[in-house]
């Protein structure tokens, strides 16, 4: 089931993706109710804004990263804000392209 913030999307104010929820309530209280539900991952694909409020609010199991080989001077920072957010690092891969993937979870030790 994919789960739509409309906040963050510059879209019609509906979900047409099939098997999709439009949320409209606080963002905070349903990703944490969907959390609680049996089911596959959540996964956030290019949401910088939902995924510092869902840093802030401590909803991230896991921080998938691909590393491109290429710098480009200017761009958006993705990890804002004022939290500090330490990593233990669990897997990396490198590709014969030159990207890396890695995979970070919280380090809720080191955090408080």
């Not at 290019?46 to 802030?56: A, D, I, N, P, R």
């Not at 991230?60 to 710098?71: G, K, N, Q």
């Amino acid at each position: 089931m994919r789960q739509v913030s409309p906040n963050l999307l510059r879209l019609a104010p509906r979900a047409e993706w099939n098997n999709s929820t439009l949320i409209t309530g606080n963002i905070v209280e349903e990703i944490t109710k969907l959390k609680k539900l049996p089911g596959k991952d959540i996964a956030v694909i290019g949401s910088g804004k939902l995924v510092q409020t869902l840093m802030e609010n401590d909803l991230i199991d896991e921080f998938a990263l691909l590393i491109f080989p290429i710098v480009l001077g200017t761009g958006k920072r993705f990890f804002a804000g004022e939290k500090k957010a330490p990593l233990k690092l669990k897997e990396t891969k490198p590709f014969s392209s030159g990207v890396v993937f890695l995979s970070y979870e919280p380090d809720r030790k080191a955090s408080g």
